[in-house]
């Protein structure tokens, strides 16, 4: 749990109740919201061109990847240059055997969003993609912006984006709150300046885009995630520890607790609904930022 989502961390602790926290996992726990993500990023990019050489930041198991590939005929896509670059190993390898599996023109390359240099070559890309990326990344993601500026054509075009509202957020936030020690530190405490589109915007610029070729709007993005209980089980598992001190040796005690606090304010949340097959559906609201270089 503690090396995953941006953690920061040096407390190693796990509750035994934890699920590992595998990529695998981490797909069950946003269902389809992350390629939903990345195909309303995608979408905002307008007409992708044949021959079009394309570098998915941050691509993780592919969500990107596989956004682009569906925005695009058949005979565009045969012609296209994809390139995922991620920290994770583990992630990577998902990524390679979906590449092989669907007969994507795409590569993976293990390299830092913030560190490109040895890995990419300077105005090598038509387009950009970063999805669910700069939340994660020290410094408000700008080294990763600086270096999609450093990557793209003149003329190419970058697509970013971050959450305005997440709703699994507040649940699980309450279960640290009435579990935990007074002053613990909250989770995911740094996601709290990223609604404000016009932030997204001005980190934007920081990294030396202008502002006149900058273009930021909100859209909703629905996700089906897994059955309840496991959602809420592997929510809390992946997130509820990622706060400055990491988990807590209590938690253990407490995890059922926290548990079906997280379930019961999950109801609660505006965008939550139950489906019939017991799995979860949740209503998020995503800034979208697209840039011209």
């Known amino acids: 749990m503690v090396q995953i989502n941006g953690l920061k961390s040096d407390n190693t602790f796990v509750p035994k109740q934890a699920l590992a926290p595998t990529p695998q996992l981490y797909d069950e726990l946003v269902g389809d919201g992350m390629k939903e993500l990345a195909k309303a990023t995608v979408a905002e990019i307008g007409r992708i061109e044949k021959r079009s050489v394309i570098l998915d930041v941050g691509c993780g198991t592919g969500a990107g990847t596989a956004a682009v590939a569906e925005a695009v005929s058949t005979d565009v896509l045969l012609t296209l240059s994809i390139k995922g670059v991620d920290l994770s190993k583990a992630a990577l390898d998902i990524y390679r055997q979906k590449v092989l599996e669907q007969g994507l023109p795409a590569q993976a390359i293990l390299a830092d969003a913030g560190n490109l240099t040895a890995a990419l070559k300077e105005a090598s890309f038509s387009h950009v993609i970063g999805t669910a990326l700069l939340f994660f990344l020290p410094e408000d993601g700008i080294p990763a912006i600086e270096e999609m500026r450093r990557t793209l054509r003149p003329g190419g075009i970058a697509a970013l984006n971050t959450w305005a509202y997440v709703p699994n957020m507040g649940p699980i936030r309450i279960a640290s709150q009435e579990t935990r020690p007074s002053g613990t530190p909250e989770i995911r405490a740094g996601m709290n300046k990223w609604p404000d589109l016009e932030f997204l915007k001005s980190t934007i610029q920081k990294a030396g885009f202008p502002s006149n070729k900058i273009t930021v709007i ?30 807590l040796h209590p938690d253990e005690e407490h995890w059922e607790q926290a548990i079906k606090i997280v379930k019961h304010e999950l109801i609660k949340t505006d965008g939550f609904e139950l489906l019939e097959d017991e799995r979860v559906r949740l209503r998020f609201i995503a800034n979208i930022a697209v840039v011209t270089r």
């Open 218 to 247: 909100q859209r909703n993005v629905y996700c089906c995630a897994a059955e309840f209980d496991h959602y809420a089980n592997t929510l809390w598992s992946f997130i509820g520890g990622t706060t400055s001190v990491g988990c």
